[in-house]
């Protein structure tokens, strides 16, 4: 993998991204698994849901979903509750579109494709829910890059950090050229 994103460039047609194929690989493994995570939104077989209000939206238990589905009130229980209601559905609808967009770009032996800006922020948003699901399995700090540093090779986490990092890098370059 490479060790900066300078294959990330802006063009008159767009923004250019060149992936090895190790890279296509692991974007790929971690947009389907983000996909999986995300799921569908909550059973619901009530009128409402056709217009995307869920009757049966819940907190959830697993803390990764419970970040990338946050409680909108932290302190009003019931309000929290209502505004899930309305919002889950979509939330979820529209990461799961974010994802599908990375893969749908991704090629099998290497990716390099061209994204409208209608794209890239798709990208980005994408990778903003990788890298918070990520981030909150691993417990990631602000200083993390210091455990990080002084981490064993050996240990088992060692590669989701050093996928981490190439998330951050990857979404940090997209931010530059786009801005």
Do not use: C
């Not at 296509?24 to 698994?33: D, F, K, N, S």
């Not at 019931?78 to 799961?96: I, P, S």
């Not at 002084?150 to 050093?162: E, G, N, S, V």
């Amino acid at each position: 993998m490479t060790d900066r994103f300078s294959r990330v460039t802006k063009m008159p047609e767009g923004i250019r991204v060149l992936l090895e194929p190790e890279e296509t690989a692991l974007l790929r493994a971690l947009m389907e698994q983000l996909l999986a995570l995300i799921g569908d939104a909550p059973e619901d077989d009530g009128e409402l849901a056709s217009i995307g209000i869920a009757e049966n939206a819940v907190k959830p238990d697993d803390p990764v979903l419970a970040r990338l589905f946050p409680d909108a009130y932290r302190d009003d229980g019931e309000a929290a509750g209502e505004f899930r209601r309305y919002t889950e559905m979509g939330l979820r609808d529209g990461k799961r579109e974010a994802a599908g967009a990375v893969l749908g770009a991704l090629r099998e032996h290497g990716t390099d494709t061209v994204l409208d800006e209608k794209q890239a922020q798709a990208w980005l948003r994408a990778l903003n829910d990788v890298r918070l699901a990520l981030g909150t399995r691993l417990d990631i700090t602000e200083d993390w890059y210091e455990e990080a540093e002084t981490m064993d090779a050996r240990d088992p986490r060692a590669p989701l950090f050093a996928a981490y990092d190439w998330l951050t890098m990857l979404q940090e370059s997209l931010v530059q050229v786009l801005w």
